[in-house]
């Protein structure tokens, strides 16, 4: 199974930025798909996740300027972000849930200027 990030890089605080997450060797349809950041220390904090039904749900700190969205004919997802903040920088990771099994892509570095 592999999930490869792509989008990240380098952006003035106020613009905005695409992630996309390309899934293989699983339908990802049929799987919760998130993103998350790397928070202080290890943890992985959710940023924002869509349900196989097309349910979504965000963090209290993106709520209005991020949008998870799916494309399943091209399984994938993605994550644009708006109105960027420095605090938004971080480490992207993109994730799929099926039950107890969870698979993580490499991460992708998201870094907003001020």
């Known amino acids: 199974v592999q999930l490869v990030e792509s989008g990240g890089g380098l952006v003035q605080a106020g613009g905005s930025l695409r992630l996309s997450c390309a899934a293989s060797?699983?339908?990802?349809?049929?799987?919760?798909m998130a993103w998350y950041r790397q928070g202080p220390g290890n943890q992985r904090d959710l940023v924002a996740g869509?349900?196989?039904?097309?349910?979504?749900e965000y963090a209290d700190s993106v709520k209005g300027r991020f949008t998870i969205s799916r494309d399943n004919a091209r399984n994938a997802v993605y994550l644009q972000m708006k109105s960027l903040e420095p605090e938004d920088t971080d480490v992207y990771f993109c994730?799929?849930?099926?039950?107890?099994?969870?698979?993580w892509g490499q991460g992708t570095q998201v870094t907003v200027s001020s």
């Open positions: 994730a799929a849930k099926y039950g107890i099994l969870t698979y």
């Open positions: 060797e699983i339908s990802a349809s049929h799987f919760y």
């Open positions: 869509i349900s196989s039904g097309d349910s979504t």
